[in-house]
Each structure stands twice: as structure tokens, then as C-alpha cells.
T-cell receptor, first 113, second 111 residues
Framework: DAGVIQSPRHEVTEMGQEVTLRCKPI?????LFWYRQTMMRGLELLIY????????DSGMPEDRFSAKMPNASFSTLKIQPSEPRDSAVYFC???????????FGPGTRLTVL | KQEVTQIPAALSVPEGENLVLNCSFT??????LQWFRQDPGKGLTSLLL?????REQTSGRLNASLDKSSGRSTLYIAASQPGDSATYLC??????????FGTGTRLQVFP
């Protein structure tokens, strides 16, 4: 298996621009998680899907952030408009059901200038 | 609110030493606990998963223990090698399926 796939690996954008991060979970997994990692706050869960349905989005910082999972093999995290404080590494992870071992993607390093 | 703390924050040891990394959590009502390794600029690699009903798990030179009642887990690394150098993170899973991550221990093993 190829593992969790994320794209792009690096994104540099200017403040105010829309940013879309993409994730393909491991085939057969039905739970998908978006995390953000910063030096100040460590790893934080943003949103969690189970069977393509958002279960918990309490970690989504603001209305500027939105996430979708149109099917079992694809999810997006969108930031519109982006701000410099959104600069971080964004990870996607998947598991079979939410309580089993989670497997992480390589992350997307986002820099907002 | 569940809080997860890891001690020490950083550790530097010579190759060959056995070492222990500590993880503590404030709420013992956890579903399981997972240890990860993160190399600089990389994603997280799952090392071990301990269910709340288990006391320990082993994988190669790694052994993780769990004492739910005292809110503690330890990761034991035997015969450390320079390739073990990385940041080690523990994470507890609550009954809401959220993973709450610790602050991490940055390990350096020098030859």
C-alpha cells in the first residue's frame, strides 16, 4: 500500500489567497483526520471524518477553514482567505474506524507570506 | 480536559544505552495510547498502540507500557542506535476518537 498521500508537499502563498490541501487515505480505511502542527501549539486535530461524514470539527480554528470528503478516497482542506498565522505543517491521517491505529501522511508545509 | 505531557523534552545519549521516555496524561478514561516517531521535516510513523486493557506492547527493541490508573506510559528503547534519533510523541485516544498529543521528546543518540 502507498500509505496516506498528501499534496502538495510544500505550498507558499500570499496572504488573502485561497489554499487547498489534498489527501488520499489508505485504501479500506473509513476514518480520516486533519491535523495542524506548529512549534507553539504542537499537533492539533482540526477535523475528523468517519464514512465520509464530518464527526467532529471543533478544532477548525475559524470559518476561513473548511474541509470536505466527497468520497472514501479523497479529502480536501481549504483555507480562504489565508493569513500568515496559518503557516504550519498540515497532516492527514487515516484509520479503520476512529479508534484504531492512525497512519499519517508526509504532511503539507504551508507558508503564507 | 485531557492534557498529555512528555518528559524529558530533550535527551542526548551515547549509542548503546537503554533509555526510557515518559508520557503522562491527566484523564485516565482513555481508549488507547499510541507512540509515534517523527523525523525532522517528515510525517509521523506509528510505533506501538496499546489498548486501555493492555499493560504493554513490544516491537523489536521497543517496549511500551501503560498504567492507566496512574495516567502514565513509558517507551523503553533498548540498545539505542544513532538511527533512533528523532522526536517521539505519545498520543491518547479519548472516547470521542480524538487523539490528544503530547509535547514530544527530542532524542539524539550519538556514536
Amino acid at each position: 500500500d502507498a500509505g496516506v498521500i498528501q499534496s502538495p508537499r510544500h505550498e507558499v502563498t500570499e496572504m488573502g489567497q485561497e489554499v487547498t490541501l489534498r489527501c488520499k487515505p489508505i485504501s479500506g480505511h473509513n476514518s480520516l483526520f486533519w491535523y495542524r502542527q506548529t512549534m507553539m501549539r504542537g499537533l492539533e486535530l482540526l477535523i475528523y471524518f468517519n464514512n465520509n461524514v464530518p464527526i467532529d470539527d471543533s478544532g477548525m480554528p475559524e470559518d476561513r477553514f473548511s474541509a470536505k470528503m466527497p468520497n472514501a478516497s479523497f479529502s480536501t482542506l481549504k483555507i480562504q482567505p489565508s493569513e500568515p498565522r496559518d503557516s504550519a505543517v498540515y497532516f492527514c491521517a487515516s484509520s479503520w474506524e476512529g479508534y484504531n491505529e492512525q497512519f499519517f501522511g508526509p504532511g503539507t508545509r504551508l507558508t503564507v507570506l | 480536559k485531557q492534557e498529555v505531557t512528555q518528559i524529558p523534552a530533550a535527551l542526548s545519549v551515547p549509542e548503546g544505552e537503554n533509555l526510557v521516555l515518559n508520557c503522562s496524561f491527566t484523564d485516565s478514561a482513555i481508549y488507547n495510547l499510541q507512540w509515534f516517531r517523527q523525523d525532522p521535516g517528515k510525517g509521523l510513523t506509528s510505533l506501538l498502540l496499546i489498548q486501555s486493557s493492555q499493560r504493554e506492547q513490544t516491537s523489536g527493541r521497543l517496549n511500551a507500557s501503560l498504567d492507566k490508573s496512574s495516567g502514565r506510559s513509558t517507551l523503553y528503547i533498548a540498545a539505542s542506535q544513532p538511527g533512533d534519533s528523532a522526536t517521539y510523541l505519545c498520543a491518547v485516544r479519548t472516547n470521542t476518537d480524538k487523539l490528544i498529543f503530547g509535547t514530544g521528546t527530542r532524542l539524539q543518540v550519538f556514536p
